[in-house]
């Protein structure tokens, strides 16, 4: 399944957040697979897209981070998918 784990940091943070993408390069735990990861240009944040079937990995990945950054976690799908559930209910 894909994740979007999108975060965003304080000023106060960021260079410390900066410090920790730089050391450990920020990938993910095993368990989860990074897709993609974009940052936003204002250095603000950004969000990764990750594939999982592991929560644990997930929550794992989020404790690496959640005392820096803030960070939300949502579960997507893709047209194909989305177009099965809307076609049931929608038909």
Not at 9 to 36: C, W, Y
Not at 48 to 58: F, M, P, Q, R, V
Not at 68 to 78: A, G, K, Q, S
């Amino acid at each position: 399944m894909l994740f979007k784990f999108a975060w965003t940091h304080s000023p106060e943070a960021r260079d410390n957040t900066i410090k920790q993408f730089m050391a450990t390069g920020g990938m993910p735990p095993e368990g989860a697979t990074l897709v993609s990861r974009y940052h936003n240009v204002d250095g603000t944040g950004g969000f990764a897209i990750l594939e999982s079937t592991d929560a644990g990995a997930l929550g794992d990945y989020a404790l690496d981070w959640n005392g820096m950054i803030e960070i939300v976690i949502t579960p997507l799908m893709d047209d194909e998918t989305i177009t099965n559930v809307l076609g049931a209910k929608f038909s």
